[in-house]
């Protein structure tokens, strides 16, 4: 997943340093470094890549759902952020049939997974990318559509992270995020682990992003679709 451990608390907007975070008392799964109100969590290392690859995650988390929602084009590039071992880069891959998919993570060691795993299914329209803590590493204006799923509840530093991808985003392309729903307190995942609507749309909102739809596909997940820019398109209601 794209998280870190660098400290960063200032950021120099037009010539003023601006607090985007702040450094409070720590909960047991989470970092004690706050973003909008938000705690941000502790990340899974690569220790944890077996949980990812579980033989029981179609049916929990229905990720098959995910990809048919984005609608995908034969010859889009999507980029996987917080990719961890491929699982949905891979189940993208066989669509983009002109296109690609690139599997980003900050853990090297996540990355060698994909690369095994590519070796051994023989698909070639996987690229790897190593991020930065604060910087995803695409180019700008390369991606059709960035997906995050239960991911960005982990970026160490959101704010920067989404900047890059904001930028990376083609003219009208879309930002996917799937996050197990924060409203819910039945659904048996870690709170810090979970976000709500309005908290995500509020941080999308802080880097320029326009919300456009919440899809209710998913058993215990949102799916929320923003997208760069043409603020003054017609939205769908929540």
Known sequence: MICGCLLLDTHVVAANTVTIYEQRSQSPDGIGKYYLGREIAKFMNHTGAGWLERPRREAEEQPSKIINALDLKPDNVVADIGAGTGYL?????????DGKVLAVDIQPEMLEIIEFFQEEKNISNVETVLATPTDANLPPNSVDVALMVDAYHEFEYPQEVMQGIVKALKPGGKVVL??????????MIKRLHKMTQKQVRKEMQAVGLVWRETKNLLPQQHLMIFEKGLPDKKISKL
């Open 178 to 187: 799937a996050e197990y729903r924060g409203e819910n307190p039945f659904i």
């Open 89 to 97: 880069s891979f189940r993208i891959a066989p669509i983009l049939t």
